[in-house]
T-cell receptor
Framework: GQQLNQSPQSMFIQEGEDVSMNCTSS?????WLWYKQEPGEGPVLLIA?????ELTSNGRLTAQFGITRKDSFLNISASIPSDVGIYFC???????????FGEGTQLTVNP | NAGVTQTPKFQVLKTGQSMTLQCAQD?????MSWYRQDPGMGLRLIHY???????DQGEVPNGYNVSRSTTEDFPLRLLSAAPSQTSVYFC???????????FGPGTRLTVL
C-alpha cells in the first residue's frame, strides 16, 4: 500500500517554542490533511489542503501542500500546553475517499 | 448532530470470543470506514464502504467482517478474537470524494 513517512516521531518542547513537522510520500497526493488526536479521543481535523503550493492557516497552525505534491508541512507557532497530542498527516491519492495516514508525531509541551 | 458515535468505549474479550463494534453517523455520509490504531503505526484501514450494500477491504482486513445495510450504521465484527487484535478501533465517515473524514471517539479492545 501507500507509504507516508512522518517526522519527527516525537517532540519535547518548551511552552512558547515553535514546532515543525512534515510528511513525505513516494506517491503524488491530491489532498493533504492534518489531524490532532488528544488522549482517549478520535482524531480531529486541523487543516485540509487541496492544491500544490497551498499555504493555509488555522490560528497558530500553518500547513503547506508541497509543490511536488509528495510532501506536506505543519507548523505550530508559540506552543501552549494544550497543543499536547498526536498529530497525524493523511493523504488522498485519487478522487475517492480513501486516506493513507502517517505514523504520527507525539508532541509534548513543557510549561 | 451527534456526529460519529461508537460503542462500546472499552471491551475486554477472551481469545476465540466474537463481538461486534458498533458505529453510527447522523450526517448522511455515504463513505464510512474502520481503522485500527497501534502504537507507532498510525491508523490502518480495515474495511470501508462507499454506500449501503457496498463494502471493500482495506489494508488489514483479516479477522474482521463488515456489512452496511443502512447509510447510518457500519458495524465491525470480530468472528474469533485473537490477542493480535488488541488495539484501538476508530470509525470514520465522510461525503464521497470529500477527502475529509470525521472520526468517532474510538473503542479500546483488549483480547486476552
Amino acid at each position: 500500500g501507500q507509504q507516508l513517512n512522518q517526522s519527527p516521531q516525537s517532540m519535547f518542547i518548551q511552552e512558547g517554542e515553535d514546532v515543525s513537522m512534515n510528511c513525505t510520500s513516494s506517491s503524488i497526493f491530491n489532498t493533504w490533511l492534518w489531524y490532532k488526536q488528544e488522549p482517549g479521543e478520535g482524531p480531529v481535523l486541523l487543516i485540509a489542503l487541496y492544491k500544490a503550493g497551498e499555504l493555509t492557516s488555522n490560528g497558530r497552525l500553518t500547513a503547506q501542500f508541497g509543490i511536488t505534491r509528495k510532501d506536506s508541512f505543519l507548523n505550530i507557532s508559540a506552543s501552549i500546553p494544550s497543543d499536547v497530542g498526536i498529530y497525524f498527516c493523511a493523504g488522498r491519492i485519487t478522487s475517492g475517499s480513501r486516506l493513507t495516514f502517517g505514523e504520527g508525531t507525539q508532541l509534548t509541551v513543557n510549561p | 448532530n451527534a456526529g460519529v458515535t461508537q460503542t462500546p468505549k472499552f471491551q475486554v474479550l477472551k481469545t476465540g470470543q466474537s463481538m461486534t463494534l458498533q458505529c453510527a453517523q447522523d450526517m448522511n455520509h455515504e463513505y464510512m470506514s474502520w481503522y485500527r490504531q497501534d502504537p507507532g503505526m498510525g491508523l490502518r484501514l480495515i474495511h470501508y464502504s462507499v454506500g449501503a450494500g457496498i463494502t471493500d477491504q482495506g489494508e488489514v482486513p483479516n479477522g474482521y467482517n463488515v456489512s452496511r445495510s443502512t447509510t447510518e450504521d457500519f458495524p465491525l465484527r470480530l468472528l474469533s478474537a485473537a490477542p493480535s487484535q488488541t488495539s484501538v478501533y476508530f470509525c470514520a465517515s465522510s461525503f464521497p470524494g470529500a477527502g475529509v473524514q470525521f472520526f468517532g471517539p474510538g473503542t479500546r479492545l483488549t483480547v486476552l
